[in-house]
């Protein structure tokens, strides 16, 4: 299944612990280490949306290739108005999208991971009979959420669905640690490292020079949900010039035309991409799972015992 994850980021102040997403815990950030925990799991397409400090907030994760958006009205906005932001992003291009607060940061992969097996409509982690977070939801229940507009947030919204919520009972305590109300013991923070352990590998395909890899593939999915490479470009937070220079780079190295314009009339102009382009986003794609599903065989036969 396709999966998506929309984490809210936008008005999180503690008057005790400041602002939130930028806390460390351990030796990451906050928004860093939910990030890492569903790119672990397998989740790659992660939509933030900030407010507050996002600039700040963008930095942490700039080479994660996350979809940065932003709740410009965060001030008067509550965690439903913010969410239905990422909600409204991933609707079209998403079977199943996961719901979770940055201030609950601690749940592991293994809860990712057996949230998504699940064949559930809607469903939520229990641990020691409270439920917690991430919340993973179908999409068929994404209007709901979006057209929603009485009181009780993004619980309320799911409720107007007619929709049943089940619960999957887990040994995780993190997807309860809501930070703005527990400090994190030492033990759950070294736990959560030990079970972070992974390989990283970022695959690249190159020619005379390396002209397609995560970044450029992120930049033409955008381009072709959204028709325009400009706008492409600002939810990647690279200047437009950028994002040009890196597809006429791969143009050059793939030896055909990627990003075609069409001229617009009173509705403007867009982007799109060729067959060209589709076919080279679907070869590295599945380049890329082959390569990953064999790394993590390797590394478990190397690592597994590692304590």
């Not at 460390?24 to 989740?43: D, K, L, M, N, P």
């Not at 057996?114 to 229940?141: A, C, N």
């Not at 949900?225 to 937070?237: D, E, F, H, Y």
Request: charged letters at 25%; glycine letters at 8%.
């Amino acid at each position: 299944m396709n999966t998506g994850v929309v984490l809210v980021a936008a008005n999180m102040q503690s008057k005790e612990k400041g602002f939130v997403p930028l806390m460390e815990v351990g030796s990451i950030s906050v928004v860093e280490r939910v990030v890492a925990t569903f790119y672990q799991a397998g989740v790659n397409k992660i939509v933030l949306v900030s407010g507050e400090n996002a600039q700040e907030v963008e930095k942490q994760i700039p080479h994660m290739g996350v979809i940065c958006l932003r709740d410009e009205n965060y001030e008067t906005s509550d965690m439903l108005k913010t969410a239905q932001i990422g909600f409204s992003y991933l609707e079209s291009i998403c079977d199943r999208i996961a719901f979770c607060p940055v201030d609950i940061p601690m749940f592991t992969v293994d809860t990712v991971k057996k949230l998504m097996e699940s064949k559930e409509l809607i469903l939520s982690p229990s641990y020691q009979g409270k439920g917690g977070h991430p919340l993973v939801i179908d999409t068929s229940i994404v209007p709901y959420i979006l057209k929603f507009r009485g009181e009780g947030g993004i619980e309320a919204a799911i409720r107007s669905s007619g929709i049943e919520k089940k619960w999957l009972e887990v040994q995780d305590e993190g997807t309860l640690l809501d930070i703005t109300k527990k400090s994190v013991s030492s033990e759950l923070v070294e736990a959560h490292k030990l079970q972070m352990l992974h390989p990283s590998l970022k695959i690249s395909i190159a020619k005379e020079q390396n002209f397609f890899g995560p970044g450029t593939d992120q930049l033409l999915e955008l381009i072709e949900s959204t028709g325009s490479v400009r706008n492409a470009c600002q939810l990647m937070n690279i200047s437009y010039s950028k994002g040009w220079k890196m597809i006429r780079l791969m143009e050059d190295q793939w030896g055909h035309p990627i990003v075609e314009r069409k001229q617009g009339g009173v509705t403007g102009g867009s982007s799109y991409l060729t067959e060209e382009g589709k076919d080279l986003i679907e070869r590295y794609r599945s380049f890329q799972a082959e390569i990953k599903e064999q790394a993590n065989k390797i590394f478990a036969k190397y690592f597994s015992d590692h304590k």
